[in-house]
């Protein structure tokens, strides 16, 4: 099936790049939205999964022009879109995974998490209002203390039942600076953030 899948994808890449020479291509399904074709170890061309998926690629586009204005990491540049796949160049580097970070000497270690932290301030940075809309849901700014702690009740009728006493106590821990005023989420200003930073997203250049 994955080969299947895979021809069927290189012959929309041989569509619209009739005078690409292929010497190789790997398939990665891993994400959840995309499937990627990586050609010659230098070309991402990356297909949508579902209509959803399709229709986030034009803001998604928006969005990454508008990041890599303000961040010194290498981001992906979209070099080409069509109706079946966007093309980009392949980033350099390895996913960040944790178990490798482990290994590093505390050197390396610091040198990372530097480059993080200056991503994440320059990504903090960019103001809101150079923001463009997106299709999918925003986070909604009002209430936000109030719904957590509905979001705690929740959990208690569902999921306690099912967890142990050393579980419950980890949740209540966690809650414990909303529960007391500590921590009031609805005096904050808000930023723009990356939602889903996972380690497979972050690249490093051993």
């Not at 980009?88 to 480059?115: F, M, N, S, T, V």
């Not at 009002?142 to 509905?150: I, K, P, S």
Request: proline share 6%; net charge negative; hydrophobic share 45%.
């Amino acid at each position: 099936m994955i080969n299947e899948t895979l021809e069927s994808y290189l012959a929309s890449i041989a569509r619209h790049a009739p005078t690409l020479v292929i010497d190789s291509a790997r398939l990665n399904q891993d994400g959840m939205a995309n499937d990627v074709v990586i050609v010659n170890e230098a070309l991402v061309f990356r297909f949508s999964k579902t209509a959803d998926a399709k229709g986030q690629v034009e803001p998604e586009i928006r969005l990454l022009e508008l990041v890599r204005q303000h961040v010194t990491l290498a981001t992906p540049v979209v070099e080409e879109q069509t109706e079946e796949y966007v093309l980009y160049r392949l980033l350099d580097g390895r996913p960040l995974y944790r178990h490798e970070l482990l290994r590093w000497d505390e050197p390396a270690q610091q040198r990372c998490l530097e480059d993080l932290a200056i991503f994440l301030q320059e990504l903090h940075a960019i103001p809101l209002e150079d923001v463009p809309l997106t299709p999918w849901a925003q986070t909604q700014l009002e209430g936000r203390h109030q719904r957590y702690l509905a979001k705690l009740a929740e959990i208690e009728t569902v999921i306690f039942p099912l967890l142990w006493a050393d579980q419950k106590a980890w949740v209540y821990d966690l809650f414990a600076p909303l529960q007391s005023g500590a921590l009031d989420l609805d005096a904050y200003r808000p930023v723009f953030i990356h939602r889903d930073l996972a380690s497979y997203h972050i690249l490093y250049d051993p």
